[in-house]
């Protein structure tokens, strides 16, 4: 692989599509190994899906998540780098 494939920056992508019904794909680009988390999390602050990928090599990654189980409305992606917040994306799910 070259060297011009591998991102430069920890990056939480939009999610798409957005909005959604019901999956959606949530995108984000390591530059560094390192230990990654990501949260959704709904408007009354519920983590409604969680997932630890480890430490994760550089490189970028997909998570297709399924609000099937979840009422309508906005959502919100969260990155977590080492345990800290890198950023937060909203996401609105429609029925």
């Known amino acids: 692989m070259d060297e011009l494939d591998f991102p430069t920056e ?6 798409y599509p957005n909005p959604f019904n019901p999956t959606t794909t949530i995108s984000f680009s390591i530059s560094k ?8 999390i709904n408007l009354k602050g519920e983590i409604v899906f969680h997932k630890e990928f480890g430490k994760l090599e550089p490189g970028y990654y997909n998570q297709v998540w399924s609000a099937s189980q979840q009422s309508a409305g906005m959502y919100f992606s969260r ?17």
């Open 10 to 15: 920890l990056k939480l992508h939009q999610n």
């Open 79 to 95: 990155l977590l780098i080492e345990d800290e917040i890198l950023d937060t994306r909203k996401m609105v799910f429609i029925k």
């Open 33 to 40: 190994i390192t230990f990654v988390t990501l949260e959704i």
